[in-house]
């Protein structure tokens, strides 16, 4: 945008934080990567090498994109119809948005303990069962795939309401009249109306929560079991417990490279959807 | 067999509104209001924002339920039928199109909803594109529309289904001068082409007065008057209606006599009028009323010239002339008090500012009214 201003001295200073802020990024980003491809001094791909060509490490990536996929599209099923009710109560919309974003006052790591106290084998939920006689045995609830999916839904659906809420607010008044009018019932509205104007904010709900998800670390250390890992857990445990940078940082590519092809068929799914729609 | 229901077989197209009140609290939006718009009318809801008129189309509609009273339509009561089985058409104020839409999709939108066959569908929304003058843009997206397109597409989406009924609320307010009018006429145009009954919302009077059959003056949850074009510009039954229609010198004034005639002393002098001319009261010595004079039936006396038969006359001096074509606004100081009269420019003579004059008017074309009521001075952005 041209405001016709000339360019002083003052801005550029005012450039300079977000400046150094790049430049540290992508200098650390650039080491990382560089890391991965150096072993005992010289180039390598070693380590994609030993990461590509492991079974039990396909397992993790399988893992790791299902478990996100089925994440995404229970947190947006579940945020659905919590957006509805925002979108609805003109009202009490504020006070209601800050109910949904009170889990994120509390820290992920305190948050995810939480879980483990009502999940776990001794855990509230289980005891509640055990006490009415629906269960003999104590579910399992965490240190699996399911403890994960619970945990990772709970701690992300709050994104998806917030993104599903801005595009229903964003559908023009009266159009529900107008269909109501044309003949369309209640749910006819919906279907032809409110559900593919408000499919843009869906569809970033399940980006932001897929890629939140791929990348998680406490969740699946906390509430996954020790089989359980993801590539974010794998990263972590490379770092802290083997200390193998270089690994690590293969990983971490292998990761950006998941991420960017999710992404990109994503995208390409939201454009068929949203065919026609400006 | 007769069923009682039947027997009062009502015109398709008609809205019958029995004593219908909305409120929101202890906010009481409509009052009482009945009214009977027969089928195939135009009808225009006109009033001051905040009247009440868009409630009533809004009750119409059945987006809101009243409070009190009943909704018939067609005769059938409408209290528990649903929008979406409501014989009505609705163009909104914004239009309401769906952008994930083309034009041809928002017209054939109401025609899938009935399931009719593919055909059927496209011949209707072709027929329906070229009656509203939009040929050849089917495949447009909303977006791609100007504002008296996106208007037509409204309008066509609605008629396409044939409605006995349209509800319009405001549909011409954001659009320009110039189209306004042109929309103006096709409407009116459409509606005769059709005789689909047309109960169209506006604040704007000079729109009501072109395009209706038949106005509602709406103010404050009530109906002030119902009547033609002329009948609410040539009849007003209140102060309201008078100062909403049109122009009008308004002399407050009070009662010295009230008999088979009425003597109101004024600002402007004290006048002598037939007790006829009173309207919405029962004139008594002593009352504060005010006296309203429509502009053009005030003349201008030439030199000597003396008032007619059933003439009031009176002193005054010319402060301004206007000359609008072929008519000129003079501007009068009547014994202090300001006046507007409106002549036909060829008959003016050679009044000039400055010069005194007599005026005359014939003395049953005055009206004398109640004052308004707080709550209806308000309308207008005054103090009682």
Same mark, same amino acid.
């Given at each position: 945008?041209?405001?016709?201003?000339?360019?002083?001295?003052?801005?550029?200073?005012?450039?300079?934080?977000?400046?150094?802020?790049?430049?540290?990024?992508?200098?650390?980003?650039?080491?990382?990567?560089?890391?991965?491809?150096?072993?005992?001094?010289?180039?390598?791909?070693?380590?994609?090498?030993?990461?590509?060509?492991?079974?039990?490490?396909?397992?993790?990536?399988?893992?790791?994109?299902?478990?996100?996929?089925?994440?995404?599209?229970?947190?947006?099923?579940?945020?659905?119809?919590?957006?509805?009710?925002?979108?609805?109560?003109?009202?009490?919309?504020?006070?209601?948005?800050?109910?949904?974003?009170?889990?994120?006052?509390?820290?992920?790591?305190?948050?995810?303990?939480?879980?483990?106290?009502?999940?776990?084998?001794?855990?509230?939920?289980?005891?509640?069962?055990?006490?009415?006689?629906?269960?003999?045995?104590?579910?399992?609830?965490?240190?699996?795939?399911?403890?994960?999916?619970?945990?990772?839904?709970?701690?992300?659906?709050?994104?998806?309401?917030?993104?599903?809420?801005?595009?229903?607010?964003?559908?023009?008044?009266?159009?529900?009249?107008?269909?109501?009018?044309?003949?369309?019932?209640?749910?006819?509205?919906?279907?032809?109306?409110?559900?593919?104007?408000?499919?843009?904010?869906?569809?970033?709900?399940?980006?932001?929560?897929?890629?939140?998800?791929?990348?998680?670390?406490?969740?699946?250390?906390?509430?996954?079991?020790?089989?359980?890992?993801?590539?974010?857990?794998?990263?972590?445990?490379?770092?802290?417990?083997?200390?193998?940078?270089?690994?690590?940082?293969?990983?971490?590519?292998?990761?950006?490279?998941?991420?960017?092809?999710?992404?990109?068929?994503?995208?390409?799914?939201?454009?068929?959807?949203?065919?026609?729609?400006? | 067999?007769?069923?009682?229901?039947?027997?009062?077989?009502?015109?398709?197209?008609?809205?019958?509104?029995?004593?219908?009140?909305?409120?929101?609290?202890?906010?009481?939006?409509?009052?009482?209001?009945?009214?009977?718009?027969?089928?195939?009318?135009?009808?225009?809801?006109?009033?001051?924002?905040?009247?009440?008129?868009?409630?009533?189309?809004?009750?119409?509609?059945?987006?809101?339920?009243?409070?009190?009273?009943?909704?018939?339509?067609?005769?059938?009561?409408?209290?528990?039928?649903?929008?979406?089985?409501?014989?009505?058409?609705?163009?909104?104020?914004? /239009?309401? *199109?769906? %952008?994930?839409?083309?034009?041809?999709?928002?017209?054939?939108?109401? &025609?899938? =909803? !009935?399931? @009719?066959? +593919?055909?059927?569908?496209?011949?209707?929304?072709?027929?329906?594109?070229?009656?509203?003058?939009?040929?050849?843009?089917?495949?447009?997206?909303?977006?791609?529309?100007?504002?008296?397109?996106?208007?037509?597409?409204?309008?066509?989406?609605? /008629?396409? *289904?044939? %409605?006995?009924?349209?509800?319009?609320?405001?549909?011409?307010?954001? &659009?320009? =001068? !110039?189209? @306004?009018? +042109?929309?103006?006429?096709?409407?009116?145009?459409?509606?005769?082409?059709?005789?689909?009954?047309?109960?169209?919302?506006?604040?704007?009077?000079?729109?009501?007065?072109?395009?209706?059959?038949?106005?509602?003056?709406?103010?404050?949850?009530?109906?002030?008057?119902?009547?033609?074009?002329?009948?609410?510009?040539?009849?007003?039954?209140? &102060?309201?209606?008078?100062?909403?229609?049109?122009?009008?010198?308004?002399?407050?004034?009070?009662?010295?006599?009230?008999?088979?005639?009425?003597?109101?002393?004024?600002?402007?002098?004290?006048?002598?009028?037939?007790?006829?001319?009173?309207?919405?009261?029962?004139?008594?010595?002593?009352?504060?009323?005010?006296?309203?004079?429509?502009?053009?039936?005030?003349?201008?006396?030439?030199?000597?010239?003396?008032?007619?038969?059933?003439?009031?006359?009176?002193?005054?001096?010319?402060?301004?002339?206007?000359?609008?074509?072929?008519?000129?606004?003079?501007?009068?100081?009547?014994?202090?008090?300001?006046?507007?009269?409106?002549?036909?420019?060829?008959?003016?003579?050679?009044?000039?500012?400055?010069?005194?004059?007599?005026?005359?008017?014939?003395?049953?074309?005055?009206?004398?009214?109640?004052?308004?009521?707080?709550?209806?001075?308000?309308?207008?952005?005054?103090?009682?």
């Amino acid at each position: 945008m041209n405001t016709g201003e000339k360019p002083t001295a003052a801005k550029a200073l005012m450039l300079l934080p977000a400046l150094i802020v790049l430049g540290l990024f992508f200098t650390s980003v650039i080491l990382l990567f560089s890391n991965a491809f150096v072993d005992r001094g010289g180039f390598s791909l070693k380590y994609f090498e030993q990461i590509l060509s492991r079974p039990d490490y396909h397992v993790v990536f399988y893992r790791t994109v299902l478990t996100s996929i089925v994440v995404a599209l229970l947190a947006v099923a579940l945020a659905y119809p919590i957006a509805l009710v925002l979108w609805r109560a003109e009202k009490n919309r504020n006070m209601l948005l800050i109910v949904v974003l009170v889990p994120w006052l509390v820290s992920l790591v305190v948050r995810t303990y939480g879980w483990i106290i009502l999940l776990g084998p001794k855990g509230f939920l289980n005891a509640f069962l055990g006490w009415t006689g629906i269960i003999d045995t104590p579910l399992k609830l965490m240190f699996n795939d399911t403890g994960i999916v619970i945990g990772l839904t709970h701690v992300l659906i709050p994104f998806a309401v917030i993104s599903i809420l801005a595009s229903l607010l964003s559908i023009e008044e009266n159009l529900e009249e107008a269909s109501r009018v044309l003949g369309a019932s209640r749910l006819q509205t919906f279907r032809t109306i409110v559900l593919p104007l408000s499919l843009p904010g869906v569809f970033t709900s399940l980006m932001v929560i897929y890629l939140a998800c791929v990348g998680a670390i406490v969740t699946p250390l906390l509430l996954g079991g020790i089989t359980q890992k993801f590539v974010g857990s794998q990263i972590y445990q490379e770092v802290m417990a083997t200390f193998n940078m270089s690994k690590a940082a293969a990983w971490s590519i292998c990761l950006l490279t998941l991420s960017f092809v999710s992404l990109v068929v994503l995208k390409l799914i939201e454009r068929r959807a949203l065919r026609g729609q400006e | 067999m007769t069923h009682p229901a039947t027997t009062q077989a009502a015109a398709i197209g008609s809205i019958d509104i029995e004593k219908v009140s909305k409120s929101y609290g202890d906010a009481e939006v409509l009052s009482e209001v009945s009214l009977s718009i027969p089928a195939g009318s135009f009808l225009t809801l006109l009033g001051p924002s905040g009247c009440g008129k868009t409630t009533l189309l809004r009750l119409i509609a059945g987006f809101i339920d009243p409070t009190r009273g009943r909704i018939r339509i067609d005769g059938r009561d409408m209290t528990q039928v649903p929008t979406q089985k409501r014989p009505i058409g609705m163009v909104f104020q914004n /239009l309401a *199109l769906f %952008p994930h839409f083309s034009v041809a999709e928002n017209i054939a939108y109401g &025609l899938k =909803l !009935q399931r @009719r066959p +593919q055909t059927e569908i496209a011949e209707r929304v072709g027929r329906f594109i070229q009656l509203v003058g939009l040929a050849g843009l089917g495949d447009r997206r909303i977006a791609q529309l100007s504002g008296g397109q996106k208007q037509r597409v409204a309008l066509a989406r609605s /008629l396409v *289904l044939e %409605p006995s009924i349209l509800l319009l609320d405001e549909p011409l307010s954001a &659009l320009d =001068l !110039q189209l @306004r009018k +042109q929309l103006q006429f096709a409407l009116k145009d459409i509606q005769r082409q059709l005789r689909t009954t047309f109960v169209f919302v506006t604040h704007d009077q000079e729109e009501a007065t072109m395009i209706s059959d038949r106005i509602v003056v709406m103010s404050n949850g009530h109906v002030q008057q119902v009547g033609s074009p002329q009948e609410i510009y040539a009849d007003p039954q209140n &102060l309201f209606v008078s100062k909403f229609i049109g122009e009008v010198n308004e002399l407050p004034g009070r009662l010295r006599a009230a008999g088979s005639t009425l003597a109101i002393e004024t600002g402007a002098g004290t006048f002598e009028l037939p007790a006829a001319v009173a309207r919405g009261m029962n004139p008594a010595a002593g009352d504060n009323v005010v006296m309203c004079l429509r502009p053009e039936k005030i003349t201008l006396l030439d030199g000597g010239a003396q008032p007619g038969p059933g003439m009031v006359s009176a002193e005054a001096r010319i402060l301004d002339t206007l000359v609008i074509g072929p008519l000129t606004r003079v501007t009068l100081d009547v014994a202090g008090t300001r006046m507007t009269a409106v002549q036909m420019t060829d008959r003016l003579g050679a009044a000039a500012p400055g010069e005194r004059i007599r005026i005359a008017f014939p003395a049953d074309a005055a009206r004398v009214f109640a004052p308004l009521t707080a709550s209806l001075a308000r309308a207008f952005g005054e103090h009682a």
